[in-house]
């Protein structure tokens, strides 16, 4: 199911909390009290704010693959572009996306 808005995806034990623009999780794991469980979610959907780029495109790009979430999407109005980031691996700066898909 994709779904927008409250609650929150968060790590606790990483300190993060991130709502992303949309999300795709399953019915099932929606059935919970607080914040879902990021590794949980199938992918985080972002639209790049014209306001704070670097949200989207630096701290949701760090914190998507830390926290688990195996597919980022993000689309920037911007510029008219986008990205499919997938395949989490281990980096000397921590887990990042191994593959982009770009337009």
């Known amino acids: 199911m994709a779904h927008s808005g409250e609650p ?7 300190g993060i909390l991130r709502r992303p623009d949309v999300m795709m ?13 990021p590794l949980a979610l199938a992918a985080a959907i972002e639209v790049v704010s014209r ?9 949701k790009m760090r ?22 980031l997938t395949d989490i691996h281990a980096t000397p700066d921590g887990p990042r996306y191994a593959t982009r898909y770009k337009d």
């Open 8 to 14: 929150d995806v968060e790590d606790e034990p990483e």
């Open 25 to 37: 999780i399953a019915m099932a794991d929606m059935d919970t009290q607080g914040s879902f469980d």
């Open 51 to 59: 306001s704070n780029p670097d949200n989207d495109w630096v701290g």
């Open 63 to 84: 914190d998507y693959p830390l926290i688990g979430v195996p597919i980022y999407a993000i689309f920037d109005p911007r510029t008219a572009t986008g990205a499919v």
